[in-house]
């Protein structure tokens, strides 16, 4: 399992990257194809206080990647909202490698 953090405007976070780190584990040890994943985590500025802070996942797998990204008012929500919208996607590529 390779996972890549990067950081914008927001400084490191290890109990953010430990966070992840178990959610994206969960889907490495479902997922057997997963080559790697790319965390980006940034902040933005916005007017509404349940916004702003924003994780986007990339996913290496066999295929097109796979991406999410989601903004929420705190990494951890943002992190949750991206791994259940990776886990969506991945469910549907697993579907269509087994048709074929």
Known sequence: MNINFEYDKVSASDALEIFT?????KLFNRY?????ADVFFKTENTSSDETGKICNIRLSAPGP????EASNDSFEKSVSESYNELKRQLQKRKEKMQTH
């Open 32 to 36: 057997d194809f997963i080559v790697r």
């Open 65 to 68: 990647r796979i991406f999410a």
């Open 21 to 25: 780190a178990k959610k994206l584990e």
